[in-house]
């Protein structure tokens, strides 16, 4: 059986130990991605794989959702 990977596409810098613990932390079958670390050339690619956009404190425009359609939206500053 194979597992479905799904693809988190994390906005924010963040420290190396806090890194370490989000992959710690992920669940089976998740891969993250961390935007700072790709390549310009890359980013377009990755943002139309991701399954989610994780943002807690970076502005993102409507560029990027446009290019991430497949993707949810994730964000630390939803209100109820």
């Known amino acids: 059986m194979s597992v479905v990977t799904k693809k988190i596409l994390y906005f924010d810098k963040v ?28 980013k377009d690619e990755k943002l139309s794989e ?7 404190t970076k502005k993102i425009g409507e560029n990027i959702f446009k290019k991430a359609a497949k993707a949810k939206f994730m964000s630390g500053n939803q209100s109820q």
């Open 50 to 56: 991701a399954d989610y956009l994780l943002v807690a």
């Open 15 to 42: 420290f190396e130990e806090f890194k370490k613990i989000l992959h710690e932390q992920k669940p089976e079958g998740f891969d993250l991605w961390f935007w700072d670390e790709m390549a310009d050339e890359e």
